[in-house]
């Protein structure tokens, strides 16, 4: 089955939607953060490719060096967000473009590709058993219940990893919660500002949000998901955006050991 796929570029992304987000409508700020620093990224070899249809089918993939994400892989792309959702799943849209990642990382001769996945299944982040019959293995792991996967393209004594900061109990974290959360995701901004501090608030617990604003401070927080994590009392609970809901919020905060 052949698609017809676009590239977001300077030229077209303020006219051409980028998935996720595009019809939530008190999203719209998210939307448009995550438009402008999508603008940033694409300066400096970011790609944002999707479906040519209004759809949430995409990928979107940089080199690791300028990855948003605490991990060292020179020399690699590193596969920020892939996603196939609703009626689009399950019709080989996935290894479509997981093969055009490929392509394009053979013809510019990078090593290979990362991607971050989960022990099993956790939200935003990729099925690491389909990953696996797509020809990845795994590159390094984190007691908190993250991979890094590794597809090889030129063998390297050197394999991808985590930052050795992720290894480490984190450091310096107040009581209470603390939620990481970066304007890479369209719902984040809402999800965290509005309704995780609504939430937080109604139960009497203190919150501090840190936003991540630059690929440096991506690169040093002690989480491997820079698009939300929240942590309770230094310790990290989830990455799962979800947590900001009521329901979600309770089972993941109070039900936590």
């Given at each position: 089955m052949?698609?017809?796929?676009?590239?977001?570029?300077?030229q077209?992304?303020?006219?051409?939607?980028?998935?996720?987000?595009?019809?939530?409508?008190?999203?719209?700020?998210?939307?448009?953060?995550?438009?402008?620093?999508l603008?940033?990224?694409?300066?400096?070899?970011y790609?944002?490719?999707?479906?040519?249809?209004?759809?949430?089918?995409?990928?979107?993939?940089?080199?690791?060096?300028?990855?948003?994400?605490?991990?060292?892989?020179?020399?690699?792309?590193?596969?920020?967000?892939?996603?196939?959702?609703?009626?689009?799943?399950?019709?080989?849209?996935?290894?479509?473009?997981?093969?055009h990642?490929?392509?394009?990382a053979?013809?510019?001769?990078?090593?290979?590709?990362?991607i971050?996945?989960?022990?099993?299944?956790?939200?935003?982040?990729?099925?690491?058993?389909?990953?696996?019959?797509?020809?990845?293995?795994?590159?390094?792991?984190?007691?908190?219940?993250?991979?890094?996967?590794?597809?090889?393209?030129?063998?390297?004594?050197?394999?991808?990893?985590?930052?050795?900061?992720?290894?480490?109990?984190p450091?310096?974290?107040?009581?209470?919660l603390?939620?990481?959360?970066?304007?890479?995701?369209?719902?984040?901004?809402?999800?965290?500002?509005?309704?995780l501090?609504?939430i937080?608030?109604?139960?009497?617990?203190?919150?501090?949000?840190?936003?991540?604003n630059?690929?440096?401070?991506?690169?040093?927080?002690?989480?491997?998901?820079?698009?939300?994590?929240?942590?309770?009392?230094?310790?990290?609970?989830?990455?799962?955006?979800?947590?900001?809901?009521?329901?979600?919020?309770?089972?993941?905060v109070?039900?936590s050991?």
């Open positions: 052949k698609s017809d796929f676009l590239n977001i570029t300077a077209n992304i303020d006219k051409e939607h980028i998935c996720c987000a595009f019809s939530e409508k008190k999203c719209k700020e998210g939307y448009e953060l995550k438009k402008e620093w603008k940033e990224q694409l300066a400096k070899g790609v944002f490719y999707r479906l040519n249809e209004r759809a949430k089918v995409f990928v979107e993939y940089g080199p690791a060096e300028e990855a948003w994400s605490p991990i060292v892989a020179p020399g690699y792309i590193l596969i920020n967000c892939f996603w196939v959702s609703g009626r689009y799943a399950g019709n080989g849209y996935g290894k479509q473009l997981l093969k990642v490929i392509d394009e053979k013809a510019k001769g990078y090593k290979g590709i990362v971050i996945a989960g022990f099993k299944k956790i939200p935003f982040f990729p099925d690491p058993k389909w990953l696996i019959r797509q020809g990845f293995k795994e590159s390094d792991k984190l007691n908190l219940g993250y991979l890094l996967m590794e597809y090889v393209i030129e063998e390297s004594r050197e394999k991808p990893q985590f930052a050795a900061s992720l290894k480490e109990e450091k310096g974290l107040p009581s209470g603390v939620a990481f959360y970066s304007n890479r995701c369209p719902f984040s901004e809402y999800y965290v500002n509005i309704e501090t609504r937080a608030k109604e139960h009497d617990l203190p919150l501090q949000i840190i936003r991540i630059s690929k440096e401070m991506a690169q040093n927080v002690p989480t491997p998901a820079t698009l939300f994590s929240l942590f309770k009392d230094g310790v990290f609970l989830t990455s799962d955006m979800s947590v900001c809901l009521d329901g979600k919020f309770e089972k993941i109070f039900n050991k």
